[in-house]
């Protein structure tokens, strides 16, 4: 623990100090040793501890164990004192990592949350001897207490956790307890009757041990299962991400606008309601909605000035080139239309296409919205970065011939719950050799020959992609 800030150890401290305490104080008077039903307590201290050592995490931050199924499990089946003992044990002999102040915290905060969410059970009469329960004396006795005993553990689970990344990073504590708690409150609430379950079919149904197989094993067949997606969603994101990466490399003025539209693109599909899916598709085509940059010439994309007619094609034939670059990357299929159409303009003047209103694809409209908002709110060299509000006017001006006004206006509301700050500087590498610097930007409406819609290519013109 010497690694970490005072406070951080102190908290700790008190937590063990808490936990041990209880088990030491109340141990001998609550549960003689002689009475304890030490076949089941070992048993779901290996399950609890091989529970968390199981434990995956997604891309999104969700995650499935099992262990907290088998601290709830144990409430009913051990006790108040039995179950904080299972809970601590299984912090302590957990295998998923030997670092010892992980695990002295994880012990500590198990048995604690344990011991509140036991101590709810029992107040709200919760049965210890639920062999005998039956039709409404179940529910009563059982259920409604496990329920409730299972929110009690989430809360205080998601109030420890926070303490000790605010005392270790000095992150306000209400900030991470609203981010630990909303992706894991209905998990636990569900988990609650997995662990209702295992201890009506141990005791009430008298199967014992084996009770743990046909509860548990086929949660470690989903959590084999949730592993493999999580590795999918992480191979995705890192194929993403050297795409833009490939993009920034080439384009250093705009290093970091993709991360940006991607996410303006996310608040306003979000604020419209579109399904998980779709926003996560919008994500994707945010970021990679500039991809085909990597086929126009560096020269061109860092020009000063006003453009050729043949300089303004390869720009304007970018979409079509990030189409290219992207068809046969099978999850992202849906997010092509974003790609390639996200110049297009509602009055049938953008590009590469000219198509207009609702012939344009959604993600596309979406996306055209983001993407002149982070171009207007950040630096460049021939301007500053414009205000919020003043990005705001811009785009309601072109509600109804450049943007959908139902865009425009979720972005709007997005941004009142969400602040957004212009970029106001550009990236160090181009702040250094600023005289290359382009101060051409396609995305921003007001740009030089922004509106003049795509033109082919002259014949014979050979621009390469250099």
């Not at 049965?127 to 329920?147: K, Q, R, Y």
């Not at 609203?178 to 992706?183: A, H, K, Y």
Request: hydrophobic share 50%.
């Amino acid at each position: 623990m010497l690694d970490l800030p005072r406070a951080a150890r102190a908290f700790i401290a008190l937590l063990v100090v808490l936990d041990v305490g209880y088990l030491v104080a109340t141990g001998a008077a609550v549960e003689p040793w002689h009475d304890l039903r030490w076949v089941p307590l070992v048993i779901l201290v290996v399950l609890g501890a091989g529970g968390y050592a199981l434990r995956v995490s997604s891309h999104g931050g969700q995650a499935i164990s099992v262990g907290f199924i088998v601290q709830l499990a144990a409430i009913p089946l051990l006790g108040v004192w039995g179950a904080v003992l299972v809970a601590t044990l299984a912090g302590v002999v957990q295998i998923n990592g030997w670092n010892p102040v992980v695990r002295t915290f994880n012990a500590a905060q198990f048995g604690l949350a344990t011991l509140a969410a036991a101590a709810t059970y029992r107040l709200t009469g919760g049965s210890f001897d639920i062999a005998h329960l039956s039709g409404l004396e179940f529910v009563w006795g059982n259920l409604l207490p496990m329920t409730l005993a299972a929110g009690v553990m989430c809360l205080v689970n998601a109030a420890l956790v926070s303490g000790i990344v605010h005392f270790h990073k000095g992150v306000p504590f209400g900030r991470v307890f609203w981010e630990t708690l909303r992706p894991g409150a209905a998990p636990y609430l569900g988990y609650a009757m997995f662990g209702v379950l295992l201890a009506v079919l141990w005791d009430g149904a008298g199967i014992g041990p084996l009770s743990a197989v046909l509860v548990l094993a086929p949660l470690y067949v989903a959590r084999w299962a949730w592993a493999q997606y999580a590795a999918e969603q992480e191979a995705y994101e890192r194929t993403v991400l050297a795409l833009v990466g490939a993009v920034e490399a080439k384009d250093l003025y705009t290093r970091g606008h993709n991360e940006r539209v991607s996410h303006a693109s996310v608040l306003i599909a979000r604020q419209v309601g579109l399904a998980a899916d779709r926003v996560e598709m919008v994500r994707f085509a945010g970021m990679l909605h500039d991809v085909g940059k990597i086929g126009v010439p560096t020269r061109v994309l860092r020009k000063s000035g006003r453009l050729t007619d043949e300089e303004f094609a390869a720009i304007a034939l970018h979409p079509v080139r990030g189409l290219e670059m992207v068809r046969g990357i099978e999850f992202l299929e849906d997010a092509y239309s974003g790609i390639l159409h996200h110049h297009e303009r509602l009055d049938g003047k953008g590009y590469p296409m000219g198509l207009s209103g609702d012939d344009i694809p959604e993600l596309a409209r979406i996306i055209a919205v983001a993407d002149a908002f982070d171009s207007m709110t950040s630096t460049r060299s021939y301007r500053r970065a414009r205000e919020v509000d003043e990005a705001l006017v811009e785009l309601e001006a072109g509600k109804g011939t450049q943007f959908e006004p139902r865009f425009v206006d979720a972005l709007v509301a997005a941004l009142e719950h969400e602040p957004w700050e212009p970029t106001r500087a550009p990236a160090a590498e181009v702040a250094a050799g600023a005289a290359d610097a382009g101060g051409f930007d396609h995305d921003d409406p007001d740009a030089p020959s922004f509106h003049r819609g795509a033109r082919p290519l002259p014949d014979g013109a050979d621009l390469g992609t250099s």
